[in-house]
C-alpha cells in the first residue's frame, strides 16, 4: 500500500468536510490521512486510482469482495457486560465474547490503523427525525465508504458534519484479522459489537453487506427501548396512505415486491415501527441482482446502468465494459447497492405518519407445498413472525451450497435481531390489534415439485395476488381453510389461474405432495418447540396440524 502515500484525487478535499473533533474520541490517532465525507464523484476518482473497480456500461463502479461474497454470519459477536445480560438473545445469532477480548481486538485495530490512510463518512440511521442515530463509518476502502454513503442518510449541511459527534461508530478494517487463538472467535474474521464501547470492528471482510446489517442490528436493540419495533422488511405505501410491510430474508422477493409502480416505496430492507407512523432506517437499497429481469423488475434493473451504483461480484466483459446478470461463476449473491431515490415514486422523507394495513409475510417455499398466498388471523400472524419458515437461497450466507436450505429465522430475520423473539412478537401483535393490520402468508417458492424439480412461482402471478389482496379485491371471493396449517387460502383471484391457488393440483403425484407438505407441518411443529415457552396457548393452537391427527 506504499502508492497510497503520495498525493491522491481527494488530498486537497480531505478535510474539508472534517469533524472538529476528528478521531480522537474513537482512539484512532497518528493516521498518514484521512478523507472526509467524500463526495460520490471523489470516491469514484478515488476507486479508480486505488484499482478498487472498475467503471462499467453506463456508469456503476463495479467491485470484487473477494472470499467474503455473503455475510459471515457464525462470526458475529455480542461483549456480554453487566448491563444487557438479561436482554439480549444469547445464542447463535448472538454470540457472547468478554470486553477483555474486545478491548484487545480494538488496540490491535489502533495499531494497524497507525501511518495508514482511511475514509470516514458521517452518516445518519433513521428517517424520522425522532429517533434518528448519528452513525460514524470507517473504511479503509473508497468503495466501501461510497457504500456506506448509498446505505446510509446524509447531510449537504457543513456545519452539522463539522458538529459530528457519532451515537456509533463502524470500524470495518478488511486487512485485520482476528486471531481464533488469542480473541476467542472462530475464524480469523470477526464481526464485534460493543453496545457499551458504542462500536462494531469488522475484520477479514470485504462484503458490503456486514456494514449495513451491523448498523440494523445495533437499531433493533437500541431502539426497542423506545417503544419502536425495529423490523426486518419493506414496506410502500399508496395514494390513500395505506402502508404495507414485507417480511422476508434474503432472496423472497422483498425488494422487488415493494418497487410497484403504482405505490411509493418507503424503504426496501429495515423500518421501524413507532407510535406515530413507519420510517426507513437507511437511504438506499442493496439488491440481488442475480438474473435480474429487466421485463419484471424494470425499476431495479434500471439502477444497475447509474453512476453511483455499486455492483459486487457482478460478471462483465473488460472489453465492452457491459455486465452480465446472469453470470453467477463469482456467487449467487450478487449484489447492487445504490441511493434509494433512484428508483421512482420513492417517499422522499424515507416515512409516514400512518400504520400498515396490511403485513406480507414472504416465504420460499423450496418444498413446493406452500399455497402462493394465505390469510392470517392475529393468533397464526404470531405463530409465523416467531416461526420466520423458508429457504435460505444460494449466496445469501457462507457456506451455502446451490440447493436451497429449509430454514426458520425468527421474526424474518433472527441474526439481526439482538433481542429475545418474544420481545418483538409482542410489540407486532400490539401494533396489528390497535391498527386493526390484515397479515398474509405469501409463498414466493417453488411449485409443482420442490427445488430441481417444480418451478418458481411466476413473479407475474405473485404481483397480481398481492394487488388483490392490498386494493381489497380478496375480500370479495371464497376462502377454503387449510388441511394442515388452519390459514384460509382464495379460491379464486382476478388475474390468477385457479389452479395456481391450489398447488396440490400442479403436482403429478398428489400422494407425494400430501407426504410432503405433511413432512413440512412437522418441521413447523419441531421447530416451535424451541419457543414453546413463554407463549401464550392460543398462540401455540394457531400451528398446524400432522395427517394423522386430522
Known sequence: MKYLKFKTPATEEAMELASDFRLKNQGITDLHRVYWNLSESSLYEEMIFRNEGKIVNGGPILVKTGKHTARAATDKFVVREETNEDKIWWGEHNRPISPEKFNGIFARVQAYCQDEELFVQDVFAGADPEYQMPVRIITEHAWQSLFA???????????????????????????????????????????????ADRMVIISNSLYGGEIK????????????FRDVLPMHCSANVNDKGEVALFFGLSGTGKTTLSADPSRRLIGDDEHGWSSEGVFNFEGGCYAKVIRLSEEHEPQIY???????TILENVVHDPVTRKIDLDDDILTENTRASYPVDF??????EGYVQSHPNDIIFLTCDASGVMPPIAKLDPEQAQYHFISGYTSKIAGTEIGLGIEPQITFSACFGAPFMVRHPFEYAAMLKQRMLKHNAQCWLVNTGWVGGGFGIGKRISIRHTRNLLNAALEGKLDKVEFRKDKLFGFKVPL???????????????????????????????????????????????????????????
Open 213 to 224: 446489517k451491523s448498523v440494523f442490528t445495533v437499531l433493533n436493540y437500541l431502539l426497542t
Open 302 to 308: 434500471a439502477t444497475t446502468k447509474k453512476f453511483g
Open 492 to 550: 379464486s383471484c382476478p388475474d390468477v389461474p385457479e389452479n395456481v391457488l391450489e398447488p396440490a393440483t400442479s403436482w403429478g403425484n398428489k400422494n407425494e405432495y400430501w407426504k410432503k407438505y405433511d413432512a413440512l407441518a412437522a418441521r413447523f411443529i419441531e421447530n416451535f418447540k424451541l419457543f414453546e415457552k413463554g407463549s401464550l396457548q392460543e398462540v401455540k393452537d394457531a400451528g398446524p396440524c400432522r395427517l394423522s391427527d386430522i
Open 149 to 195: 454513503r448509498n446505505m446510509m442518510l446524509t447531510t449537504p449541511d457543513r456545519e452539522k458534519l463539522k458538529n459530528f459527534i457519532p451515537e456509533f461508530t463502524i470500524i470495518t478494517v478488511p486487512g485485520f484479522k482476528v486471531d481464533p487463538k488469542i480473541d476467542g472467535t472462530r475464524s480469523t474474521t470477526g464481526i464485534v459489537l460493543s453496545f
Open 343 to 348: 428508483i421512482p415514486n420513492i417517499v422522499s
